[in-house]
């Protein structure tokens, strides 16, 4: 639920809309004390502050809302006349997340909105981090191998792969960072006496992002050179 705190009712019912269209459902309130009655019953998950009100400061408002616990990391963006700039450093300093000058943009409000609501919801629902690795295992994002269990898995859920396949994966991951050549590979995953030529290694990559649905992207391609699993 998102609050809209203006008193002009032109603006105030455009937003209203504009939101409610966008899957976003809002509620439009001209006055700080039909706001505050709404507070007290249900805290929203975003508010839009303008800065004149009839009958507070709208920076004010954003005072107290930092000040009481239910609202204190509620996402706050305030609009501002065009230009005021101590307007919109004086709500930075108080603890406002964005501001935006009027006039402004349906799209440009909607997007703005969007970021702030994926940043709190992150912020109130951290990624855990992942499990320190063990002895013989090797971590790209989110695929994870064992070398010890000569396995693979994407999010904790196993991926099969063929020997040739978790050889070539595990030399790479094992490698990170570093752009091995088809040759290196080649004598690492088949041995030197083998009399097959580098095409095959191509074949056991594009085989194994297939199998990396998703994640195929954890192989890379060096042109010219071979493949790299990227050390980020």
Known sequence: MIYFLDDEAGIRNIV???LDQAGLETLGFD?????????????????????????????????KLRAASATARTPVMMLTAAGA???KVRGLDLGADDYLAKPFGMMELIARVKSLLRRA??????TPPP???KEGEYRAGPVKLSARQH??????????LSYKEFETLAYLMKNKGMALTRDQIMDHVWGYDYDGESRTVDVHIRSLRLKLAGCE???ETVRGVGYRVSAE
């Not at 396995?151 to 099969?160: G, L």
């Open 16 to 18: 209203v809309y504009a």
């Open 31 to 63: 006055s700080a004390r039909n706001f505050w009655d709404a507070i007290r019953k249900q805290p929203p998950d975003l508010i839009l502050l303008d800065i004149m009100l009839p009958d507070d400061s709208g920076l004010n408002v954003l005072k």
């Open 85 to 87: 700039e101590f307007d």
């Open 121 to 126: 919801e992150a912020a109130a629902n951290p």
């Open 131 to 133: 499990a320190p690795l």
């Open 151 to 160: 396995k693979v898995w994407i999010n904790e859920e196993q991926v099969p």
């Open 217 to 219: 992207n954890v192989v």
